[in-house]
């Protein structure tokens, strides 16, 4: 068993990485939870503050920042006027790491490569060839890499070091774009040679530096899995492997990463999505402290010696855990980290009390009382989320957003973000079978079901929190209903469309109709909840009014309806 030493935060709204005031708010967290890291994602961050200066003339070997700056004013006046504010911005963030030092806390970068600036192809123009740059040029790891963090590190000397991913496509440029490029280099490349050597490039100016480098896995399938782990076998044991929790990305009803105590001896940590990207980013409230703690365990047994808690995500804008209930899930991984045995309403309690929830004049036995009420509820979400998000196990949503079609979800749950790749039990998880059918109609009912006795029990009574408190708690419940309504709804539409494009929609499949009947029926239910959502609060107000995009029902809506009709013309049935 391994104690997790490494006890990280992940900021990742790239509004609020620049304001003081909130990463104060953060620093005042992580000295209450005994954290020590704030890693600051942002693609191309570390664009903010180094020029590179070698790519604009520099001489490539610059003492200072303000050396390498003086080596290239000009041309940043001529070239890349951008580049100029790199300055205040270095600034800024050497400021923000005295300030965390003082907290006792380290910041790091999370950013992604390749990333640069345009003028790069003006430096070195054969990178780009029929109007595509090529990502297996020696360049990147024998120039450009290796001088980008040497000047990072000039910058920002204090700066503990970066987590990286290599290869997404969500970088500006990655092998998985080698397809775009149709040199005979990238034709012919080994994927485990190019991660290889953009990983070592990278490695030399940390080593000097001493810094810490942290690679993620961004991985889909097991296969590019164990070409991944092959490679970073190789490399030297003081590379820092960062992995999800579970496989491919922050799903909680996937396995444990197989990944996870498979690359001694380096350092590994492992993430944590605490506000739920695919959970209902704390809209709907999903307190997830039994799967921390279980995760958690399950970490520390595969050497796994530090956390990285991501508190909200690039996709929502101005929206962190920090703003709702899924605030009390960054408690408990802080807590579980130190202490798995630590008892949950202990959690709460230091949750309501932290972020000034509770009455003051309550007697002691309220106290208890509401730490009880509120620890009840809470647990009592995850249930009916995990029926919700989620069909099978397999994701139902698109970044918990309701997706467009039924198609999306076929896209998305069953071969995007596979679940049998890594759980083959669960190949038949989407199969339309009526026996399947009901047994999904079942979750989503339950679900329903338990969700208005959830938000009715909050909305009878106030269990001891300020009035402030309580309203919040009360409003995320009464979306939470919308929430479950809403995807039941969905659900079922897929479920009927489906049935009725691959088999008869005659066949009595589900409640004594016909899927025929069934989709009909649910295409009428879901123009009346549109028509209600509509007038509820929650739209015109954010994230609320993005989640439940009334403008995404109609979409969907308006699929059913697609299949509905193709059902008549196709086979005649009315
Ligand atoms: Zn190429």
Not at 486 to 509: M, N, S
Not at 530 to 550: C, M, S, V, W
């Amino acid at each position: 068993m391994e104690k997790y030493t490494f006890r990280a935060m992940e900021l990742h709204d790239s509004t609020q990485i620049w304001n003081l005031d909130e990463i104060r708010k953060r620093l005042d967290f992580m000295v209450k939870n005994h954290m020590n890291a704030l890693v600051f994602h942002e693609p191309g961050i570390e664009d903010k503050i180094v020029f590179p200066a070698k790519f604009l003339g520099g001489s490539g070997e610059p003492d200072s920042y303000y050396d390498a700056f003086l080596e290239v004013d000009h041309a940043i006046l001529y070239h890349a006027l951008r580049e100029n504010l790199n300055l205040n911005r270095r600034d800024y963030m050497n400021h923000v790491i005295r300030e965390a030092k003082e907290a006792g806390v380290q910041i790091f970068f999370e950013n992604k490569e390749l990333w640069f600036s345009d003028f790069i192809l003006k430096y070195k123009k054969e990178l780009m060839q029929d109007g595509v740059i090529c990502p297996s040029d020696p360049f990147w790891y024998e120039e450009f890499l290796p001088y980008k963090y040497k000047e990072l590190f000039l910058a920002l000397p204090d700066l503990g070091g970066i987590v990286c991913s290599i290869g997404t496509g969500e970088a500006r440029l990655a092998i998985s774009n080698t397809f775009a490029c149709g040199c005979e280099r990238c034709r012919h490349l080994d994927p485990v040679e190019w991660y290889k050597n953009m990983i070592m490039a990278m490695y030399k100016p940390f080593h000097e530096a001493g810094k810490k480098l942290i690679i993620r896995d961004f991985i889909y399938t097991k296969e590019e899995q164990e070409r991944f782990k092959t490679a970073f076998n190789a490399m030297p044991e003081d590379i820092v492997l960062s992995l999800k929790n579970t496989p491919h990305d922050f799903y909680p009803t996937f396995p444990d990463n197989p990944l996870m105590g498979q690359v001694d001896p380096h350092p590994q940590i492992t993430e944590y999505d605490v506000n739920g990207q695919f959970f209902g980013w704390g809209a709907q409230p999903s307190a997830m402290l039994k799967d921390i703690r279980r995760r958690l365990k399950y970490g520390s047994e595969h050497h796994v010696t530090g956390f990285l808690a991501r508190t909200d995500w690039e996709g929502v804008q101005d929206w962190t855990c920090f703003d709702n209930l899924n605030m009390v899930n960054l408690y408990a991984i802080a807590a579980y980290a130190e202490n798995e045995n630590v008892r949950e309403e202990e959690i709460y309690l230091k949750w309501l009390q932290g972020e000034h929830m509770l009455q003051e004049d309550l007697l002691p036995g309220e106290l208890k009382r509401c730490v009880e009420d509120v620890a009840e509820i809470m647990n009592a979400t995850w249930p009916i989320v995990e029926k919700t998000n989620f069909v099978n196990g397999c994701l139902f949503s698109n970044d918990s957003c309701m997706h467009l079609t039924p198609e999306q979800f076929t896209f998305i749950g069953g071969t995007h973000h596979s679940l049998s790749e890594w759980d083959p039990e669960k190949k038949d998880a989407l199969a339309m079978t009526p026996e399947n059918i009901r047994s999904i109609l079942a979750d989503k009912d339950e679900a329903r079901l338990r969700c208005e006795e959830l938000a009715d029990r909050v909305a009878g009574r106030n269990m001891g929190l300020t009035e402030k408190a309580y309203e919040q708690m009360r409003e995320h419940f009464e979306f939470m209903r919308w929430y479950v309504r809403g995807f039941r709804l969905t659900a079922r539409g897929y479920c009927f469309g489906r049935y009725v494009t691959e088999a008869d929609p005659q066949d009595v499949i589900a409640e004594g109709r016909t899927a025929a009947q069934l989709l009909n029926e649910t295409i009428r239910e879901m123009e009346e909840y549109r028509e209600a959502l509509i007038k509820t609060d929650f739209i015109g107000r954010y994230p609320f009014d993005a989640q439940l995009n009334p403008e995404r029902v109609l979409f969907y809506t308006n699929a059913l309806k697609r299949m509905a009709r193709e059902m008549c013309e196709e086979r005649g049935v009315i």
